[in-house]
Structure formats: C-alpha cells, structure tokens
C-alpha cells in the first residue's frame, strides 16, 4: 500500500482545538440568503414573529447574517469534548482498491450514539431550550438520526422531547425508533391523526408513507398547542448550518496541520445541514477571494431540489403552516417515493446552501439509490465502516471524482463528508444485497405537481 510517510490513517486534532466559535458564512456573502417571509403578509419575518415558534437566542441566531464568528458557550464546548474532535481519516484502503492517484479524505461523524453530525446542533438547540426555562420541545425526523440527537440532547438537560418521524422511515427503521424511546422520547409516526394538519394530509393522500414537509408540519402544530414548548429544526434554517461548521472548521484545521489542500470538497445533500456545515469555511474562503474550490452537493435522484427544482418562495412544510423561504424547492406537496435515504427526502434546499448554488459558489449532482448502496458496499469492505445511505450519496461521488483522476492521471484531493452510521438501515442493505432495490426519478409530470403548490405572488415568478 502506498502511504505518505508524514500523513496518518486519522488526523487528530486535540481537545483545546476544537473550535470555540461558530462561523457565519452569511456574513461573507454578497448576495445574502433572503428573508423568510410571513405567509400571511408576505413581509420579512421579525423576532416578534418567530417567538412563538423558536427560542429567543436561537431567533437571533436565525436572523444575523452580519456577524462573523459567534462564541459557542462553555456549556455546549463542554458537551462536544464526549465526541468531539472528531475524524479526518485517509481513505488509503480505498485509493489502493480503486487503484487512483487521488488522495481521499473524509470527515467522520459517525462517533456518538446518534451515528451522526446531528448532535452538533441538537446539543446547542437544546441548551437554549433550556436556558429560556422551556419545558420540551418538538421536532420531526426522517432517517431518525436527528430525531435520535435531539432525544439525547433533551436527555441531558432534561427536557421533554416529542418526535414525528416520517412514517416509513418510522416503518423501516424500528431501531432508530426505540433508541429514541430509550432517551425519552415520544415518537409518533407522520403523517398521523393526532394533529389537524396530519388528519388533513391524511384524507388529501390516503395512505401516504409521509415526508419531512408533512412531519415538520405535525411538530409545529405541537409546538403551538403546549405551554412552555418550542420547535427545533435539524436542519434547512440558518441556526441550524450555523451548529454544524463546527465539521468544516475542524476539517480545515486538521488540513491545515499537514498543509493539505483540497482540491474537491463533496457533502450530501437534503435540507443542508451537514453539507453546510461541513463546507461553509471553504466556501468562505472561495467568497472572500481567497481560494478556489470544487464543493459538490450530492442529492437523491428520487427528490432532486438543486437539480430540477426551481429557486423560488416556498412553504417550509406540507400542511404550510410555517414561514416561506426562498429556495430550490421541488414544492411543499412534492411526497418523494418512499427510498432508503430518509434524511435526504425534503422537498426543499436551504437558503444558504441553495444562495451558494445559484451564485454558482457549489455545484449538484443527483444518483439513484442503487450507485449509492454499490458505493457504500464497496467503501464498507475496504474502509471497515458501514455508512448510511445519506452518507453515501457523498461516497457515490468521491469514488466517481477518484476513478475520473485515475484517467486522467490527476492527483487531486479529495474531502467528503462522512456523516453517519448505517447500522439501523439493515432493510435496505438487505434490498440491495438481495437485488430488490428499484430505483424511481420522478417525471417531469410529477414534478410539475408540485411546483404548481408554489404560492404565486409579486417577485415569486419561475
């Protein structure tokens, strides 16, 4: 096996380096993300507006996109040294089975309970929560690797958790579902009839297996009925990304310690949380003029929001009940087929992430789940961790960028984001392994339904 002599397996970074501070990538951008609008009124959402659905510091977090760094408290620093730092490991078993003069990284996420990088936000979500002197929160959940973050999260400083997860998600991965009940959770499959919104959801699509849209709709329903609760998001919104760059900012660093510099930066894509998190310093740099990087997004073919979505306002939800955002949206009625990437199945992009597409900072590709699960099983037998499907959209691509230098004889760099653990996603790998996974793109009919819930207004034509 050929080994640089000064690189390790795992670049480690110690405790005192793991960052202090989050990084606001809004406030290197020219054209900044805009607005979440009232749907009602179809003016800028203020503080007073989101009140009763976020917790204040969270609100502010949500609404400055001027402040570079913002101090991440004692509390939350403290919480992140039980995992944290975390990863950056040299793929070297798969660089020799592909045979490519590429050097391949990835960032992994995967070493708490959670098996993902939800934690990150969850933990900061929930302290928050907490400090406002809240009694619980809701959320929903779709793989349940967020839903599982926050039941730990909630856990800890003991608050109330109440989960919808998205019903086939609820239905494919029982595990996930009890680790949640293990912390305390409540988990309620979506859409169901314990709210207005879900029995509605339910009688326009009888029988529906759900979507995240449908989910977050049934948890700020919740929300709204509870004393003392608030709603917490796992990903999409800016707070959320915010959490999250504590992947980026650690990945840079433990570049910077050997003076590698990446020529190819790949996250998965859903609602943005992770690919967000993990590419916002570089895409820092490339806004600031300072570097040039390839960032690549990568989403499921079966809910393709960058690639055949449109940038438009939409509804963050299916039962519209929250704020309108401006991103690529596949429309708040889009219900993806039912594939084994759950994370992944929302209709919508964030508006950082989808800001940076359309400003051409980041590029897309879409994959069908059958090259997903071929990469995950070949980078499972060589690398010794078995990823989750999410995480393996990312996987689908590095290998493609790897074996695309081994033509050309490039030696480029390659850094992708590990995000989670695929131990709870048995079924599909059984799917997969015993030939019975389909693959399902959506027509350009069944596209057009849902673009044709997108509210039309002044400014909102596509």
């Keep these: 096996m050929k080994k640089d002599a000064n690189i390790p397996y795992k670049i480690y970074l110690s405790e005192n380096e793991i960052p202090k501070e989050w990084y606001n990538v809004r406030a290197d951008m020219k054209n900044k993300p805009a607005p979440l609008l009232n749907p009602g009124t179809l003016q800028p959402m203020t503080a007073d507006d989101l009140r009763p659905v976020f917790c204040d510091e969270l609100i502010a977090q949500e609404l400055d996109d001027t402040t570079p760094y ?6 939350i620093q403290d919480f992140y040294k039980m995992y944290r730092p975390a990863p950056l490991v040299r793929a070297y078993c798969l660089e020799e089975k592909l045979q490519t003069p590429a050097k391949i990284y990835y960032k992994f996420e995967g070493n708490n309970t959670s098996g993902s990088h939800k934690l990150n936000s969850a933990i900061a979500q929930a302290y ?35 989960v919808y997860m998205v019903k086939v998600s609820y239905e494919q991965k029982p595990f996930r579902r009890e680790v949640m009940r293990t912390y305390g959770a409540t988990v309620t499959p979506s859409p169901s009839t ?22 977050i709709s049934e948890a700020v329903e919740a929300e709204s009925k509870q004393e003392g609760y608030r709603y917490v998001l796992g990903s999409v919104l800016n707070q959320v990304l915010l959490h999250q760059t504590v992947i980026g900012l650690e990945t840079k660093a433990a570049l910077d310690k050997y003076n590698i510099t990446p020529d190819i930066i790949i996250g998965c894509a859903g609602g943005g949380s992770n690919l967000g998190g993990l590419i916002s310093p570089f895409a820092g740099e490339v806004l ?17 929001s960058l690639t055949r979505g449109v940038y438009a306002y939409d509804f963050c939800d299916t039962g519209k009940v929250c704020p309108l955002a401006k991103m690529y949206t596949l429309g708040s009625g889009f219900i993806p ?15 950082v992430v989808s800001q940076l597409y359309h400003d051409g900072i980041i590029e897309a590709r879409s994959v ?25 959209h990312a996987i689908r691509v590095a290998i493609d960028e790897a074996l695309k230098c081994k033509e050309t004889g490039e030696e480029k760099t390659i850094v992708f984001g590990l995000t989670g653990t695929g131990y709870f996603d048995m079924v599909a790998y059984g799917k997969y392994n015993d030939g019975e996974m389909s693959d399902y793109i959506p027509t350009d009919d069944d596209l057009k339904a849902g673009f044709d819930g997108i509210p039309h207004f002044p400014g909102n034509e596509f």
Aim: glycine share 12%; hydrophobic share 30%; aromatic share 6%.
């Design 70 to 75: 913002i101090p991440i408290p004692q509390e």
């Design 128 to 162: 928050y929560a907490k400090q406002q002197g809240l009694k619980g929160v809701t959320t929903e959940t779709g793989a349940g690797q967020w839903g599982t973050a926050l039941s730990m999260a909630c856990s800890y400083f003991g608050l109330d958790c109440q």
């Design 194 to 215: 314990t709210t207005e919104v879900g029995r509605k959801i339910l009688a326009e699509h009888p029988g529906t297996t759900g979507s995240l849209g449908c989910a």
């Design 288 to 304: 600031r003029g300072e570097k040039n990087y390839q960032i690549i997004a990568v989403e499921p073919a079966s809910c393709p």
């Design 337 to 351: 087929s039912p594939n084994h990437a759950g994370g992944l199945r929302y209709h919508g992009m964030s508006p």
């Design 368 to 392: 069908e789940q059958t090259a997903v699960f071929e990469a995950a099983t070949q980078f499972a037998r060589v690398e010794g961790i078995l990823p989750a499907p999410e995480s393996s």
